[in-house]
């Protein structure tokens, strides 16, 4: 059994073919381009072939599972887009699969990442903040395939306004992009080059008292939105993905430090906070596993 895996993402999208016991036989990625529907429709085309029994795609969000739409903040020309009849269309007589891009993050390290627990809240640091979650070996989707979006909980509501119509979201305060608008505003400059993420972290790692700031920001931002989702849920491993994710111990050292600090309630203070196991790759696996749950296969778990 071969599935095909997309990863729909705001600046890139991915495609991959696995099979049932979790091994990836190849993958390719290309910017979104001019045209999305355009990409979407290459990458299928490259990638699908008889052998292909099922397709999961992870898409970033908002989407409308029931409906198969979807409407990436990032990606303006895609608003209540038809993705599943679209891929259905290029994959005819296969079953189509959809959740959320940070939700196929969260399946696919609960699936091939090496970790023991039986849930788990993924959490992606990117261009946006997105987040899933794994609740007793499923994934939890909730009513519209939402669930665990926590890049989109207000953390300041009277902070900035957010792509999604709200103010002070997690997402305004912890993803790249914001981080750095942060940044510029507190008087950060770069001497040369592009004033992004990557640029933002070699300033920190350099020591540099505004970006390590911005930093300290967005992980106590992520802390407190992490510790309401576990205080609701009693979840105990949270793994962190991502291109601002990517810092490591930049991002990940403040992070735990500030969840550690504010921790109350004892099913709290035990939080396991950890870097992707799977790198770019852990959407790819989970939106494999999604075709895969959906044939009523079984998910075969690294020991």
Not at 72 to 91: D, F, K, S, T
Request: glycine share 14%; charged share 15%; hydrophobic share 45%.
């Amino acid at each position: 059994m071969t599935v095909l895996a997309l990863d729909i993402g705001g600046t890139k999208f991915a495609v991959a073919r696995v099979d049932a016991s979790g091994a990836l036989l190849d993958r390719a990625e290309h910017p979104v381009g001019q045209s999305p529907t355009a990409t979407l429709r290459g990458l299928v085309a490259d990638f699908a072939d008889p052998s292909v029994t099922g397709v999961g795609i992870g898409s970033a969000g908002p989407i409308d599972a029931a409906a198969g739409t979807v409407s990436p903040l990032n990606i303006p020309r895609w608003r209540g887009y038809p993705l599943v009849a679209a891929v259905q269309r290029l994959v005819p007589g296969v079953p189509v699969s959809l959740a959320g891009d940070a939700q196929c993050m969260a399946l696919g390290e609960w699936w091939r990442g090496g970790h023991s627990g039986s849930s788990l809240l993924g959490v992606v640091v990117s261009t946006g903040v997105g987040g899933g979650l794994i609740i007793d070996g499923r994934p939890w989707t909730g009513r519209t395939g939402n669930a665990g979006h926590i890049g989109h909980v207000p953390i300041d509501p009277g902070g900035d306004p957010c792509v999604c119509g709200a103010r002070g979201c997690l997402e305004t305060i912890a993803c790249g992009p914001g981080m750095v608008r942060w940044a510029l505003a507190q008087g950060w400059t770069l001497a040369t080059g592009r004033p992004d993420a990557k640029a933002l972290a070699a300033a920190a790692r350099a020591g540099a008292r505004v970006p390590l700031a911005a930093f300290q920001r967005a992980a106590s931002a992520l802390a407190t939105a992490i510790l309401g989702t576990a205080a609701v849920l009693d979840i105990r491993d949270v793994v962190i993905g991502g291109g601002v994710a990517a810092a490591g111990d930049l991002l990940l050292d403040p992070l735990r430090k500030t969840i550690a600090e504010r921790a109350g309630m004892p099913h709290l203070r035990d939080l396991h906070v950890t870097p992707t196991a799977l790198d770019r790759d852990a959407g790819l696996y989970g939106a494999a596993a999604l075709a895969l749950l959906a044939s009523g296969a079984p998910l075969t778990r690294p020991h």
